[in-house]
């Protein structure tokens, strides 16, 4: 049986594909990080667990199936709707780390964010797209954020690999890969908050550098223990 889904009374939706990963290893010497790992090898920084690929994996229409391809071959992408489990806002790339400087320097932290195509994706909680925009429409600061992409029902997004081929090739990577099966997610009065905060920090002439020493330079800098 797949370690996707073991069996067990801690199972939950085994029928769906959506149950936590066991504790063992299987015949190719995968540890409990899961399917999607290459054997004998731990995820790297920026990587998926377990516990986070099967978040992910839980959006999709067929979970089982999207677990089985990322087993079989996990430097493979995927697309997933947005709307259900989580949205998706997108925001030009330098802003986007300013607003992740916020979020983790003065505020509760975020969820699992990417990169794809010079944008940062942060993941948000389910309703974030229709009332973000919405927000910023009557906030005095809003027509200094960059336009946002703010994906909910109805859009997909396209996520990084679970397990890339190389971690320093840019492109589509994780900055703060998904580590849980109920990761927490910002609402869309956390992101506003974020994005007028990045806003003035930007227009400030004191304004801090980022975090992010180069624009390549990978999440693990954020303290993720600090995450609701």
């Known amino acids: 049986m797949s370690i996707w889904a073991p069996a067990g009374s801690g199972t939950r939706g085994a029928g769906d594909g959506r149950g936590t990963s066991g504790g063992g290893r299987d015949a190719g010497g995968r540890g409990p990080g899961g399917p999607g790992r290459r054997p004998g090898r731990e995820p790297r920084a920026g990587e998926p667990t377990g516990p986070g690929i099967q978040w992910l ?18 430097e493979a992408p995927a697309a997933l709707p947005c709307g259900s489990v989580f949205d998706v806002v997108s925001v030009v790339s330098v802003f986007g780390r300013q607003m992740l400087d916020q979020l983790w320097a003065e505020g509760p932290g975020s969820g699992p ?11 948000a909680a389910p309703g974030t797209a229709a009332r973000l925009p919405a927000l910023l429409g009557w906030e005095e600061w ?35 890969a998904p ?34 020493l180069h624009a390549d330079q990978g999440a693990n800098v954020y303290d993720v223990s600090r995450r609701r």
């Open 57 to 74: 994996a839980s959006a999709g229409t067929y979970p089982r199936a999207l677990l089985a391809l990322w087993e079989a071959d996990p």
């Open 179 to 212: 580590d849980a099966r109920h990761p927490w997610l910002p609402g869309p009065e956390v992101l506003l908050w974020a994005c007028v905060r990045a806003a003035r920090a930007a227009a400030s002439p004191e304004a801090r550098g980022s975090i992010f």
């Open 113 to 123: 964010v990417a990169c794809h195509r010079g944008r940062t994706l942060v993941f």
């Open 142 to 176: 809003g027509q200094s954020v960059p336009p946002l992409l703010c994906h909910g029902p109805g859009d997909a997004i396209t996520v990084p690999p679970v397990s890339p081929a190389d971690a320093g090739t840019p492109g589509s990577r994780w900055l703060l």
